[in-house]
């Protein structure tokens, strides 16, 4: 195993690599540049131009794109074309919540999701498992926008006993349970999304396994339902759940960009927004460069989870 | 699966961890600031136990940078800034000019103007500011290597770019007299108007004694301006998360009338979230021009029991620009002008608060021209004027417009089918702003709709239609006009001016190289909790010492 973690590791650099260039090129071929956001027509052609020479967008690309590797040796991203602060300091401040808002998010999902799933696959085509699915359906077709304003316009408007939005309350006194009550609205729209998907995925792969003689034997060996379902049929059924949780992963750092817009939160989905729009190329090279890393971290955990869920599986 | 929900078990607890130092962090910062506060006298520790004055204003576009002298054009940074910053004047909103730092400016040639401090000003330290802290910030900000949004390229000593010639130090138009005192001279007279704008109200300082020893090169991304704790305004900094909010809290070491808040708070927040947040009393009012209330939440916001609803005075207009490369034809564009339907825009669009003028100049604006005779809808009249020019109903002309401003997207939505009806085929293309720029500089669009910012100065309203401006994007030229834009320029009687300024404005509406579609006239919605302070399209903050909120 560790051997193969090693290589996986070393394969991941040139990986990273070829990503950073591929960003690199597709930030730069976006029309419009940082300092066209002058618009202001009074402002004289040498200033335009003093501050594209400053920026360094004058080098050729492929010389910008060294200056920006060579920073990153040495431990940052540079400084925001907006803002100058230093993008690692930047992306730091953002991370946190994000990562907190997803990870509370998909526990949760995961928490609710697999063992409703498997009780829906268990009891097939009753009235419980028609309900669930049901209920799947709807939250995974309901778009996470109308869900949260939905949310803020009944819990904060209408009832008044939550945020409208942010990590807390601005200019108040900040305490724990401040924090959790602004995270209520976000979390639970996001565990919904997850929810309504990941059940049916456990329900599909709870089925097909149950299906399986070695599950007949085991009932007719005369081991406990219980037993059976959890022990023998959700370990099987565990290599395509491990697979769709961890494409979440990604998708969760992207799609929380519209959970953030709509409830101020402030993570990385708005700053990834703020960046595009101003073409704050640092700030987005770095927020590329970690999303990068979170998906083939993501990847690994994963090969790695399918080891520990299925001994079976040889990594060579 | 025991396994698996421990290791989610340990993320939570870290990820919940993780949370919780960040809190420990931020009562550092507080603890950091709180020393300053030991020696208050017994009367404020009384008043300190009452509970704090705070106003939070809501803002939709968050501040980027807190950097006086480049708050490169950004309207949300130059709101905060105008917290924290007192400049030689400040305007208010009916255009008078109020003292600030500045006691008095005068000039007898307008040429020469001598500006007066207050001899009691001083830096939020308690450090005096005087005509050194002057000296300093012009010396920095205008140095070729800095990057500033410090405009004065007309005084004396200044090359085009309005910089420091290379190879010098000094300001040959800037003469320090004593402490108090200095003296500023343009290269040509100029209306004591102008000074008193770009010098007096668009100028923000540099404390010397804090910067003085920092390589100018290095100046953008020194730590200071991640963090200005010294400034010289009634308010100064406490804190700032982007996209979140802006923090001021009272400055006692201020030299004109203590403000009478504890706190201001800016809070960024999406447009949809203003009103509910005003109705929740989360934020007390909004702020202008970048806390814009969407016009659709005028119903509702106007039966809100706890808000007054204003509107402000009209604001800068969105204007239809036409490439006159491409539209040539000065009939066209009149046309253009008759086939929009500007009153429907103005009346469904904006219910109403909005003004149709056809220039760019806001109608509330001392040099409007107001013999102006404004183009009508009359699509009939646009139908005959096309025929005349023979316009060709296939070809395809491209509006191109900015995405984010709702309203304004649906005006040009509404514009469109305007100009459809009269036989133009206008295709619309939406871009974000940095892309629209990108295109409309390189000339590669016929149509396009933006607005521009608002000018106390009337001569920047025009200096866009002076043919050898590099950004003139219209690609308009017109003798006439460019020798009118000189002489505008140049001429320092106002009286004069207003002439001038008239003249190019008919010629302009004649020729049409751009027209008004519409200017808004925004919502200031106000809790009836504040006793003073309101949101305002010029000066809003010039006032804010006096601002008040009910306990």
Redesign the interface.
């Known amino acids: 195993m560790l051997p193969y973690i090693v290589r996986r590791l070393l394969i991941a650099i040139p990986v990273l690599i070829g990503i950073t260039i591929l960003n690199f090129c597709i930030v730069n071929l976006?029309?419009?540049?940082?300092v066209?956001?002058?618009?202001?027509?009074?402002?004289?052609?040498?200033?335009v131009e003093?501050?594209k020479e400053?920026l360094g967008l004058n080098d050729p690309l492929i010389i910008q794109y060294f200056k920006w590797l060579w920073q990153l040796l040495q431990g940052g991203f540079g400084?925001s074309f907006?803002?100058?602060?230093?993008v690692t300091h930047?992306i730091g401040?953002r991370i946190?919540p994000t990562?907190?808002l997803t990870?509370?998010s998909l526990?949760l999902g995961?928490?609710i999701a697999i063992p409703i799933g498997i009780l829906s696959a268990v009891k097939q085509n009753t009235r419980f498992d028609y309900i669930i699915t049901g209920l799947s359906f709807i939250w995974t077709s309901m778009p996470q926008f109308f869900l949260g304003?939905g949310l803020?316009y009944l819990f904060?408007?209408h009832f008044?006993i939550l945020?409208?939005?942010?990590?807390l309350t601005?200019?108040g006194d900040?305490n724990?349970a401040d924090?959790i009550k602004h995270l209520i609205l976000p979390v639970s729209v996001l565990t919904i999304a997850i929810i309504g998907k990941k059940i049916r995925y456990v329900r599909a792969s709870m089925l097909d396994v149950l299906k399986q003689d070695y599950l007949r034997t085991a009932r007719a060996k005369g081991l406990h339902a219980f037993i059976v379902t959890?022990k023998h049929a959700?370990?099987n059924a565990l290599i395509p759940i491990i697979t769709v949780f961890g494409m979440e992963i990604p998708l969760l750092l992207g799609g929380s960009i519209i959970i953030e817009?709509?409830f101020?939160w402030?993570g990385i989905g708005?700053?990834t927004m703020?960046s595009?729009?101003?073409?704050d190329y640092p700030t987005l090279m770095g927020l590329n460069f970690i999303a990068a890393i979170i998906v083939l971290a993501t990847n690994l955990f994963m090969d790695i989870?399918y080891f520990?869920a299925d001994p079976r599986v040889k990594y060579n | 699966?025991k396994?698996?929900l421990f290791i989610?078990?340990l993320?939570?607890f870290v990820?919940?961890l993780?949370?919780?130092s960040?809190?420990t962090n931020?009562?550092d910062t507080q603890q950091s600031t709180t020393p300053e506060k030991t020696d208050t006298t017994i009367a404020e520790k009384i008043e300190a136990t009452a509970k704090p004055k705070?106003v939070?204003i809501g803002i939709v576009n968050?501040p980027?940078?807190l950097?006086q002298i480049n708050h490169?054009?950004?309207s949300a940074s130059q709101t905060v800034l105008g917290i924290i910053n007192d400049s030689l004047l400040d305007l208010t909103e009916s255009f008078e000019f109020v003292p600030k730092i500045a006691e008095s400016i005068e000039s007898t040639d307008n040429q020469t103007f001598t500006v007066k401090l207050n001899p009691n000003a001083k830096w939020n330290d308690n450090a005096p500011f005087t005509t050194a802290d002057v000296a300093f910030t012009l010396k920095t900000a205008l140095n070729?290597k800095v990057?500033s949004t410090v405009?004065i390229?007309f005084v004396e000593g200044l090359?085009?770019?309005?910089?420091i010639p290379a190879g010098q130090t000094e300001i040959s138009g800037l003469k320090i007299i004593d402490k108090q005192t200095f003296e500023v001279k343009s290269k040509t007279p100029i209306d004591p108007n102008i000074f008193k704008e770009k010098f007096g109200t668009n100028i923000n300082f540099l404390p010397e004694h804090i910067l003085k020893d920092i390589n100018p090169e290095q100046l953008?991304?020194d730590p200071y301006?991640?963090n200005p704790t010294v400034t010289i305004g009634a308010f100064k900094y406490s804190k700032f998360?982007?996209?979140?909010?802006f923090?001021a809290v009272r400055n006692e070491n201020y030299y004109l009338d203590i403000a009478k808040l504890d706190?201001i708070?800016v809070?960024?927040?999406?447009a949809?979230?203003l009103v509910?947040?005003l109705?929740?009393n989360?934020i007390q009012l909004n702020s202008l021009p970048v806390g814009l209330i969407p016009i659709t939440d005028y119903e509702t916001i106007k039966n809100l029991p706890n808000i007054n609803l204003t509107s402000s005075t009209p604001s800068e207009p969105a204007e239809l620009f036409f490439n006159v490369t491409k539209i040539t034809d000065p009939k066209v564009r009149q046309a253009f002008a008759y086939a929009i339907n500007r009153p429907l825009i103005v009346d469904q669009l904006f219910k109403g608060q909005a003004d149709i003028i056809d220039g760019g100049v806001p109608i509330n604006h001392p040099y409007y021209a107001k013999e102006t005779k404004l183009y009508t809808y009359d699509p009939e009249k646009a139908k005959q004027l096309l025929q005349e020019t023979n316009w060709d109903s296939q070809r395809e002309v491209s509006l191109l417009v900015p995405s984010g401003n709702k309203l304004r997207e649906q005006a040009a939505d509404i514009l469109v089918q305007n100009l459809i009806a009269v036989g133009v085929n206008v295709k619309i293309q939406k871009?974000?702003?940095?892309?629209?720029?990108?295109?409309v500089?390189s000339g590669d669009y016929d149509l396009t709709i933006?607005n521009?910012?608002y000018y106390f100065e009337p001569s920047?309203y025009l200096?866009?239609f002076q043919s050898n401006?590099?950004?003139?994007?219209l690609k308009y030229n017109n003798p006439q006009v460019d020798a009118l834009i000189a002489q505008g320029e140049t001429e320092t009687d106002p009286a004069k001016r207003l002439v001038i300024y008239n003249q190019l404005q008919a010629i302009l509406h004649e020729d049409l190289p751009a027209l008004a579609i519409y200017s808004e006239k925004r919502l200031q919605a106000v809790s009836k909790d504040i006793i003073e302070g309101k949101p305002a399209n010029v000066g809003q903050f010039n006032n804010i010492n006096k601002w008040d909120i009910k306990q």
């Open positions: 976006a029309p419009g540049n940082p066209d956001m002058f618009i202001d027509p009074n402002t004289p052609q040498q200033l003093a501050k400053m400084y907006s803002s100058f602060a230093p930047i401040e946190g990562l907190m990870s509370i526990t995961l928490l304003l803020i904060a408007l008044k945020p409208t939005g942010g990590m601005i200019g900040d724990f924090r959890n959700l370990r817009q709509i101020q402030p708005q700053l703020q595009i729009l101003s073409r989870l520990v | 699966m396994r698996m989610n078990l993320t939570m990820i919940i993780s949370a919780c960040s809190t931020k009562s705070v939070s968050s980027t940078t950097n490169q054009g950004d070729p990057e405009r390229a090359d085009d770019a309005g910089k953008a991304t301006f991640q998360a982007k996209d979140q909010y923090e706190k708070i809070k960024v927040l999406p949809t979230n509910a947040q109705q929740t989360e871009f974000d702003f940095s892309t629209l720029i990108g295109k500089d933006f521009r910012d920047l200096t866009l401006n590099e950004n003139n994007f």
